[in-house]
């Protein structure tokens, strides 16, 4: 089983950057050929995959979001980061990671509980 979990501020400030780290336990982040995403859901509206980052450290960027994201890792102590720039209140939003299902392309297999972020003066 593995567990992912979100950690970080609930509340941030207009134009500020926003830093959440995904803990994974149960598993290897550099287990061949996983994928560890980054995703969103703001209120009212459907969920939004943000980036992966990948086994081999190579990643990926939704292009609405490139210029103001960026993912990155710690291995050693198995867990990921999410920084998201020049933030606006509409990207107040629950935000989730998870990890990409090595049977099913685009999908994903484990979730974390997700974390609110506000983004609000």
């Known amino acids: 089983q593995v567990l992912l979990q979100e950690s970080g501020p609930g509340l941030v400030k207009p134009s500020q950057t926003l830093s959440l780290t995904c803990t994974v336990s149960g598993g290897s982040m550099t287990t061949n050929f996983s994928t560890w995403s980054w995703i969103r859901q703001p209120p009212g509206k459907g969920p939004e995959w943000m980036g992966v980052?990948?086994?081999?450290?190579?990643?990926y960027y939704n292009p609405s979001l490139k210029s103001r994201t960026s993912i990155s890792r710690d291995t050693s102590r198995n867990r990921f980061s999410l920084q998201l720039s020049s933030l606006t209140p509409e990207d107040t939003a629950v935000y989730y990671c998870?990890?990409?299902?090595?049977?099913?392309?685009?999908?994903?297999?484990?979730w974390g509980q997700g974390t609110q972020v506000t983004v609000s003066s």
């Open positions: 998870a990890r990409g299902s090595p049977h099913t392309a685009g999908s994903f297999d484990f």
């Open positions: 980052i990948a086994f081999d450290g190579n990643t």
